[in-house]
């Protein structure tokens, strides 16, 4: 007898047969993809030391290094999966990665900040193309009642990425020079291309929408203005400079006009009606709030423990394990809570969490105990991981099911959308703190170099070890200053995380009757992950 799941199987059975082959070699192009970002937040002290260590970039330049990447990326997420959809899932993922692969190599060989942001703008471009294939191939190659335990795995590989990204990158800096983080990424895009070749097969969309080439260039134009006159702002220490203002103008008028584009369009890539539902708009700002928070923090972190308390890039990776521990702890857990308390009262209390550990940095100095800034990593993680869940199933849940896929797509938008402009914000509050607390002990250097020891703690110490014995007066000023600038930093995203708390408790869901509850639920859960 033909059991029913026999009956309805619509994979061939040559591609069903390796289907979980293929899921290694997915995992493995996404790793890359997601490793590079967590790989580089431990090597920004590095790039920001002078030549011939490193690159002797500025804040702004290191803010730029990260956010040319995230930016792009972001841009070009819609618009690479309508690609994938019409021109084939495999054509476009192999193609992602020949590009990011030569992105990797010539970022590795960098030979200033100008050249290293260009090259990370060209990776993001293969990455846009990678990621969203990655998930479309493995929904044509696992028959329906597997999905959600392939997407899990799938979902688990990010996680896997964000932990050991920081370890490789210390390992790597330990022993060879700070482009050695992104060479590595080709001998693994290498290996992805050869299995992509052998194993995964080609699907596309048969109706594939429209690509709106007009929205994604008013969308990535908006985007770069606006982050850069908020980086200029923070290295000028100036927020009122009319070059600056008009930028952050220029910016909020090319968004506006994005938006009214869209509006109007009949193909849009961004379907701005969505958020006319205000429980979807309250989730997807609850996404961009945590990522935020989450990449500020993790900015400054690395000066914390590398410049300020003297680890090494190796130990400063290690010392953020406890927060990907937390989320690959919790994040599987976390629709438990979700079932008992509810999406709204599971995600505010997510939020004060994450909140309430931004806090901490605040009170952090030069020789606190290393243990408590372990549990702070841990605790954050954690409640990243009951607020992403829970608010992924609401976004899901707030459209027509048949709208998945832009749901999923407008999720990971604007998680980049939040990070970039987390950085942006962030950084440049970070930059004008330092700046003003270490403008007074910088009389005595020539004029022309106290602008540039000002730029950040790490350009101080560089001049200061470029003048021996009399550079060792601003050591500790230096320390004192970027301390300071830590904990208004600190005070700035635990005000962003409050807000975002205040946001998903006004207009999130409380908890849903046990009758409303639909057997799909796990299914959506995981799409969306």
Known sequence: MTTPAASAHRIPEAVHRRRWAILGVLMLSLLIVVLDNSILNVAIKTISTPAPTGLGATQSELEWAINAYTLVFAGLLFTAGLIGDRLGRKKVLLGGLVIFGAGSALAAESGSPTQLIAFRALMALGAAFVMPATLAVLMNVFEREEQPKAIGIWAGGVGLAIAIGPITGGLLLDHFWWGSVFLINVPIVIIALALMVWLVPDSRDPRPGRVDPVGVVLSVVGLVLLVYGIIKGGELADFTNGTVLATIAAGVVVLAAFVIFEKRSDHPSLDV?????????????????????????????????????????????????????????????????????????TTTA??????????????????????????????????????????????????????????????????????????????SVLSTAYRNGIEGSLGLLPPGLRDTAGESIEATLGIAAKLGPRGQALVGPANDSFLHAMHVTALWGTGVALVGAVVVAVFLPGKAPASEKGKEEPELVAAVE
Request: glycine residues 8%; positive net charge.
């Open 350 to 427: 997510g939020l004060l969490v994450i909140a309430a550990t931004l806090a901490a940095f605040a009170g952090f100095e030069a020789d606190t105990p290393i243990w408590i800034l372990e549990v702070v990593f841990f605790l954050m993680g954690a409640g990243m991981a009951h607020i992403m869940t829970p608010t992924s199933v609401v976004i899901m849940q707030a459209l027509p099911r048949e709208k998945a896929g832009s749901a999923s797509a407008l999720s990971n938008t604007f998680r980049q959308v939040g990070g970039a402009l987390g950085i942006a914000v962030l950084g």
């Open 273 to 345: 009606t969505y958020f006319k539902n205000k429980v979807f708009s309250a989730a997807m700002s609850a996404i961009a709030l945590v990522f935020f928070a989450l990449m500020g923090v993790t900015f400054f972190s690395v000066f914390y423990t590398q410049s300020v308390r003297g680890y090494s890039p190796l130990e400063s990776g290690l010392l953020m394990l406890p927060l990907a521990a937390a989320q690959m702890i919790f994040a599987p857990r976390a629709r438990l809570v979700v079932d008992r308390f509810g999406n709204k009262a």
